[in-house]
C-alpha cells in the first residue's frame, strides 16, 4: 500500500532564511504525481507545487521549489527568503496512477512551519 | 477562480442525530472529495466520486454515506452521529485525472462537534 510520511510535525524558520520540509513516500507504482499543499491558519488549502514522477526536472514555483529523488523516494520542499505570510500547515500528497477505473490520493500528517519575525 | 463552498463552518449535533454536510463547487470539475483533518492524522479519504452517481469508498467510510445527484455538489451524510465523528471535515474537487495529474481545490471546511 502506497505511504506518505512527514516526519517533522513542526519547524520554524527566521524571516528572509530558507527552511526545508521533508516527506517520503513509499510506492510500487512508476508514474504517479506529487503534491505540496499549504493551510493557512483558518483558511483554506491550496497547492502550492506539483510534480509529475516521469519529469526528472525538479519543480520550482517562485520561492517555493522540491528536490524530488525518485530512487531515495523523497519528496522535499524548499521555501527561500521566507516571509510571514507562509506560516501554515504544509501536506505532501501523492496520487497514483490512473488504473482499473480508479486512483488514490493520499495526504501526510503535515508539517506546521512558523515563521519568526 | 475555483470556488468551493461548504453548506457550514461550524456545526454542533448531538449522539445519533443524523448530519448532512454539502459542497458546492462552481467549476465543472468531475472529482469530488470529502476527508476528514486530525490533528497528527493528516487527511483521511472518507469517499470521492468521479462522476454524478458513482461513489467510491476511500479509507475510513465506516458510519458515512455520500449523495452526488448533480455534478456540482456533493453531500457527505452522518447516519448516526457519534462523538468519535468529532472532527474537521474538508470537501474538495478536481477536473478529471485520467491523463493528467489534478490539483485538488478545498473548501473552507465544516468542524463538527458531536455531542
Known amino acids: 500500500a502506497q505511504t506518505v510520511t512527514q516526519s517533522q510535525p513542526e519547524m520554524s524558520v527566521q524571516e528572509a532564511e530558507t527552511v526545508t520540509l521533508s516527506c517520503t513516500y513509499d510506492t510500487s507504482e512508476s508514474d504517479y504525481y506529487l503534491f505540496w499543499y499549504k493551510q493557512p491558519p483558518s483558511r483554506q488549502m491550496i497547492l502550492v507545487i506539483r510534480?509529475?514522477?516521469?519529469?526528472?526536472q525538479n519543480a520550482t514555483e517562485n520561492r517555493f521549489s522540491v528536490n524530488f529523488q525518485k530512487a531515495a523516494k523523497s519528496f522535499s520542499l524548499k521555501i527561500s527568503d521566507s516571509q510571514l505570510g507562509d506560516a501554515a500547515m504544509y501536506f505532501c500528497?501523492?496520487?497514483?496512477?490512473?488504473?482499473?477505473?480508479?486512483?488514490?490520493?493520499?495526504f501526510g500528517t503535515g508539517t506546521r512551519l512558523k515563521v519568526l519575525a | 477562480d475555483v470556488k468551493v463552498t461548504q453548506s457550514s463552518r461550524y456545526l454542533v449535533k448531538r449522539t445519533g442525530e443524523k448530519v448532512f454536510l454539502e459542497c458546492v463547487q462552481d467549476m465543472d470539475h468531475e472529482n469530488m472529495f470529502w476527508y476528514r483533518q486530525d490533528p497528527g492524522l493528516g487527511l483521511r479519504l472518507i469517499y470521492f466520486?468521479?462522476?454524478?452517481?458513482?461513489?467510491e469508498k476511500g479509507d475510513i467510510p465506516e458510519g458515512y454515506s455520500v449523495s452526488r445527484e448533480k455534478k456540482e455538489r456533493f453531500s457527505l451524510i452522518l447516519e448516526s452521529a457519534s462523538t468519535n465523528q468529532t472532527s474537521m471535515y474538508l470537501c474538495?474537487?478536481?477536473?478529471?485525472?485520467?491523463?493528467?495529474?489534478?490539483?485538488?481545490?478545498f473548501g473552507p471546511g465544516t468542524r463538527l462537534t458531536v455531542l
Open positions: 466520486s468521479y462522476d454524478v452517481k458513482m461513489k
Open positions: 474538495a474537487s478536481s477536473p478529471s485525472g485520467r491523463v493528467t495529474a489534478d490539483t485538488q481545490y
Open positions: 500528497a501523492y496520487r497514483s496512477p490512473f488504473t482499473s477505473g480508479t486512483y488514490k490520493y493520499i
Open positions: 510534480q509529475e514522477a516521469y519529469k526528472q
